[in-house]
């Protein structure tokens, strides 16, 4: 398969079209043989033979280059070669008045840009020398040597003049070249510092957040039990409780006090930790009957109107209490809200992998496609329209922080379903 050019390594173009370029200038000279053959009046079979042996040596070079791909023998010298072969034309094709001269300067380019300037002046003072002598012996019998020295002369400080340009305008590019690497790789340097710079902010705005939302969800939390201890308390100050219903109150007081230290605890960990606005995981051992009872409690539902059932009666679960309780309270708070008048059921049911808690209310349920947006926070529907929005949110994180999953179905007969599917270790 051949090699596409644009597919060739870069320094092997470059020797190519050195190739292209040298059997260019031979052929020019065959064809300048052909067309004056006077040049080489004095000498002609040798120059033939000169001719003859560079065309051979660039036809070579150029079926070595097409088939290899790369020269045997350095540029460097090749290009001396050229530069020998040049001088020896020049002396057989009229000295001073050879067309040859001008491949002189495409030599002496060549070998500053191969070597840099210094040695590119020193050759071109040596193919000065060298032009002179060719000129004083092969000029014909009308120059004389004042005018081959002149020739020699004009044509050294000619190549010496292209040797320094040269040099010139490689430092020029050389220095281009540079200043288009630092500008690069400071715009590197400055993106990169523009993406550790947006990395930082995203993480401050996203921990700021996160502090925010547990501020949101402490403030939430805490109005429930803060309010049935301000009316407990108020009910026992001022005697109206007594007997059991002072021990019941008495009772209640106790859980919603633990119930704020455990609060307190996940603020605290908020503090010190990642920013998440649910706390710490403390699992522990969980009678789900009890926990049917504290929820109803929580959230504020009286007897006649909550009806709870266990599946079985004494099952117990290993989980975080808090979160759970957390969890079921804000269902049942929501659900008692949009219940009115009718019943709240909770039924909790596990079967040693799963437990499942459903929270059924009364209520006017979700419009159609609305079970989603109501767990997004700072959403709320109905005549709740307008306050934080945070009871669902919150549950729907709780849930999502213990690796269950929160659904909201519609009740038959009408109302919601709210559904928590939660896997758990055996107790």
């Keep these: 398969m051949s090699t596409q050019p644009d597919e060739l390594p870069e320094r092997t173009r470059e020797e190519r079209q050195a190739v292209v370029l040298r059997l260019c200038v031979v052929l020019a000279a065959v064809a300048l043989l052909v067309l004056r053959p006077d040049l080489a009046a004095q000498r002609p079979a040798v120059a033939a033979v000169l001719i003859g042996l560079t065309a051979v040596y660039a036809a070579a070079l150029a079926a070595i280059s097409v088939l290899r791909g790369r020269l045997p023998v350095r540029p460097a010298v090749l290009t001396g070669v050229d530069g020998v072969l040049a001088l020896l034309a020049c002396g057989l094709t009229g000295g001073v008045a050879s067309p040859m001269v001008a491949a002189l300067p495409l030599v002496v380019i060549a070998i500053a840009l191969r070597g840099g300037h210094r040695v590119g002046r020193a050759a071109a003072l040596g193919l000065g020398v060298g032009y002179t002598v060719a000129a004083l012996l092969g000029s014909g019998p009308g120059?004389?040597?004042?005018?081959?020295?002149?020739?020699?002369?004009?044509?050294?400080?000619?190549?010496?003049?292209?040797?320094?340009?040269?040099?010139?305008?490689?430092?020029?590019?050389?220095?281009?070249?540079?200043?288009?690497?630092?500008?690069?790789?400071?715009?590197?340097?400055?993106?990169?510092?523009?993406?550790?710079?947006?990395?930082?902010?995203?993480?401050?705005?996203?921990?700021?957040?996160?502090?925010?939302?547990?501020?949101?969800?402490?403030?939430?939390?805490?109005?429930?039990?803060?309010?049935?201890?301000?009316?407990?308390?108020?009910?026992?100050?001022?005697?109206?409780?007594?007997?059991?219903?002072?021990?019941t109150a008495s009772r209640l007081l106790a859980d919603h006090a633990a119930h704020l230290q455990e609060m307190l605890d996940g603020l605290a960990d908020l503090a010190v930790a990642d920013g998440s606005p649910l706390g710490r995981n403390r699992p522990r051992r969980v009678v789900l009957a009890e926990l049917a009872d504290a929820v109803g409690d929580a959230a504020g539902i009286s007897a006649p109107r909550r009806r709870a059932t266990v599946e079985p009666p004494d099952a117990a679960v290993l989980c975080d209490p808090q979160r759970l309780r957390r969890l079921l309270t804000n269902l049942a708070e929501n659900a008692a809200r949009h219940s009115g008048d009718e019943p709240v059921d909770l039924h909790l049911a596990h079967d040693g992998a799963v437990l499942v808690a459903e929270v059924r209310d009364r209520g006017p349920g979700l419009p159609p496609g609305q079970e989603?947006?109501?767990?997004?926070?700072?959403?709320?529907?109905?005549?709740?329209?307008?306050?934080?929005?945070?009871?669902?949110?919150?549950?729907?994180?709780?849930?999502?922080?213990?690796?269950?999953?929160?659904?909201?179905?519609?009740?038959?007969?009408?109302?919601?379903?709210?559904?928590?599917?939660?896997?758990l270790p055996p107790a």
Excluded: C, N
């Design 143 to 247: 120059v004389t040597a004042a005018d081959a020295l002149t020739a020699g002369v004009w044509w050294t400080g000619f190549l010496f003049a292209t040797a320094v340009l040269t040099g010139v305008l490689v430092r020029l590019l050389e220095r281009q070249l540079a200043d288009i690497a630092t500008t690069r790789a400071r715009a590197e340097s400055e993106h990169e510092r523009y993406l550790s710079e947006r990395a930082l902010r995203d993480r401050i705005v996203s921990q700021s957040r996160a502090r925010l939302d547990g501020a949101r969800v402490v403030l939430h939390e805490f109005r429930t039990p803060v309010a049935s201890l301000t009316a407990l308390s108020a009910d026992l100050a001022a005697g109206r409780l007594t007997g059991e219903p002072a021990r």
């Design 372 to 423: 989603g947006v109501v767990t997004a926070k700072g959403v709320a529907l109905g005549e709740r329209r307008g306050t934080a929005g945070l009871g669902l949110w919150i549950a729907e994180a709780l849930a999502s922080a213990m690796d269950g999953e929160l659904s909201l179905l519609p009740r038959e007969g009408g109302g919601l379903v709210a559904r928590l599917s939660l896997p």
